[in-house]
C-alpha cells in the first residue's frame, strides 16, 4: 500500500508507470527531452503540489433501500458493493470526482506500480554513466541528460527517505457473529489519515522521532486495527539511530493477533519491532506499565461507532496525553490528539461525529475563547482543529461521504 500526496491533475491522459515508462534496453536511443517528460509524468504522479483544502464538504440527504451497517454483515472499510444499490449521487447534489483523479488514486495506491517505479529509477541511474556523454552528444544535450539524472536520483530519494511509505497489511476476514473484530479490516479513514500524514509528516509531528530534549518520541495508536497508522510513523521515522516508543492497541484478541502479524511483516528485520502491540479496553483501562507514562502523539481512525465510545476514548487521552509543563525551567506544548472519523450518512452510525464534538468542546468558540482569557490554572481537551476531507472514489463504504479530522489538544481551563 502506497501513501502519497493529495490530487492533482496531470496535463495528459493517465497512464501507469510500467505502461508509459521507456524501456532500459533502448536507453541508448532517448533524448534528454523523452526522459524528462518520463520522470515529469512520474514526479507528478507520486509527488504533485498538495492543492488548498476544500472549504467546505457537502453532505447530501439519501435514502436507502436497505440498511448499509445492519447488525449481520459488518462491512469493510474498502469500496462496498452495495453502492451499486444507491440512488444516483448526481441526484442528490454529490459531484463525483473526474476519471483522470479517480485512476489517479488507483495508481498511486497499487504497490506493484510504485515497486516498478522505484525499480526503473534505480536502473536508470546505474545506466546512466554511458547514456550522459558519448561521442554523439552534443555539450548542451550532456547537461540536460546530467540534469535529467540529477532528477531521477532526487525522486528515488524520496521513495527511499519516507515521501512514499510501502506498508503490507493483512485483511483478515470479519465475522458475522462477533462485531467487536472490525478491526480485522483497514478502514478507509486510516487509508485517508495515513495518506496526510505521509504526505506532511512534520505537521503530525513525525519528522524526527525526539522531541527538543532529545528523548524519544511517545506514539500510542488508540483502536489499531491492522496497525496502519503506527507501520506507518515507524517507516517514516526509521532512517534516524534513535527510534521512538510507538505503542499500537486494540481490544479484540484476533485483532491483536492480526496486528502482531502485520507489524512482522513489515519489520521483520528489526529487532526489536519499532512497534509493542498491547491490549487496551477503552471502558475499563489498565494503564499497566508501559502505557502508564505521558504519550506526545496519540493517533486513531475511524474508532467511534458506538454513543460511548468517544466518552471513554476522551478519559483515556485525559489520563495519557502529555500535559503542558509551563514552569520556568522546562516548557511543554502538550501532547496532540489526532482523530480522523468517518462522516456516514446513513445505516446505525449515521452522525456518529456529532458524539466527537458534543465531548470535546471547540477551542476556537466564544465561550472558549472567553475562558482562554482568564487566569485559569488547570487543562482540559479541546478541539484546537477540524478538517473536512472528501470521499476518494473507490475508498470507504458505501454510506461514507467523507471525513473529518480533529487536532486535539489541551487548553487552559
Excluded at 504522479?45 to 459488518?74: C, E, G, M, N, W
Excluded at 485512476?103 to 545506466?127: G, H, Y
Excluded at 509493542?276 to 477503552?282: I, M, N, T
Aim: overall charge negative.
Amino acid at each position: 500500500m502506497m501513501y502519497s500526496t493529495p490530487k492533482q491533475s496531470f496535463s495528459t491522459s493517465v497512464c501507469a508507470p510500467s505502461a508509459s515508462l521507456p524501456s532500459l534496453l533502448k536507453l541508448h536511443l532517448l533524448s534528454s527531452s523523452q526522459l524528462c517528460e518520463s520522470l515529469s509524468h512520474v514526479r507528478q504522479l507520486y509527488a504533485p503540489q498538495p492543492p488548498a483544502l476544500p472549504s467546505k464538504l457537502f453532505l447530501p440527504t439519501r435514502k436507502h433501500r436497505q440498511l448499509i451497517h445492519d447488525a449481520s454483515v459488518p462491512d469493510s472499510g474498502y469500496a462496498s458493493a452495495e453502492e451499486d444499490d444507491c440512488e444516483c449521487e448526481e441526484e442528490q447534489g454529490h459531484v463525483a470526482s473526474s476519471g483522470d483523479d479517480d485512476r489517479l488514486d488507483i495508481l498511486r495506491a497499487d504497490p506493484l506500480e510504485r515497486a516498478f517505479v522505484i525499480k526503473w529509477l534505480t536502473n536508470f541511474i546505474a545506466r546512466s554513466d554511458a547514456w550522459v556523454s558519448t561521442e554523439e552528444t552534443e555539450e548542451k544535450e550532456a547537461d540536460r541528460r546530467t540534469d535529467a539524472v540529477e532528477t531521477a536520483t532526487k525522486l528515488l530519494s524520496g521513495f527511499l527517505s519516507g515521501a512514499v511509505v510501502g506498508v503490507e497489511l493483512n485483511d483478515a476476514p470479519l465475522s458475522n457473529e462477533d462485531h467487536t473484530c472490525v478491526g480485522l479490516q483497514s478502514w478507509a479513514s486510516s487509508v485517508v489519515l495515513s495518506e496526510r500524514i505521509c504526505a506532511d509528516p512534520a505537521r503530525f509531528s513525525l519528522s524526527s522521532p525526539t522531541k527538543a530534549d532529545r528523548s524519544p518520541l511517545r506514539i500510542l495508536e488508540l483502536g489499531a486495527g491492522t496497525g496502519v497508522l503506527s507501520i506507518v510513523a515507524a517507516k517514516l521515522l526509521s532512517s534516524s539511530s534513535v527510534s521512538p516508543s510507538i505503542f499500537a492497541t486494540d481490544y479484540h484478541p484476533d485483532v491483536l493477533l492480526n496486528l502482531r502479524a502485520n507489524i512482522f511483516n513489515n519489520f521483520s528485520s528489526f529487532v526489536p519491532a519499532p512497534i509493542s502491540v498491547h491490549r487496551l479496553d477503552w471502558e475499563c483501562p489498565d494503564y499497566l506499565a508501559p502505557l502508564d507514562q505521558p504519550f506526545d502523539l496519540i493517533l486513531g481512525a475511524d474508532i467511534i461507532y458506538h454513543p460511548d465510545h468517544a466518552r471513554w476514548i476522551k478519559s483515556c487521552v485525559e489520563r495519557s496525553l502529555l500535559r503542558p509543563n509551563t514552569s520556568n525551567d522546562s516548557l511543554s506544548a502538550g501532547g496532540v490528539f489526532w482523530l480522523m472519523i468517518a462522516l456516514r450518512i446513513g445505516g446505525r452510525h449515521e452522525g456518529m461525529f456529532h458524539t466527537v464534538e458534543d465531548i470535546f468542546p471547540d477551542a476556537n468558540s466564544s465561550l472558549m475563547r472567553t475562558q482562554l482569557s482568564s487566569n485559569h490554572a488547570g487543562w482540559q481537551l479541546a478541539v484546537l482543529e477540524k478538517v473536512e476531507l472528501g470521499k476518494l472514489k473507490g475508498l470507504g463504504r458505501a454510506d461514507e461521504r467523507g471525513y473529518l479530522l480533529f487536532k486535539i489538544g489541551w487548553v487552559p481551563c
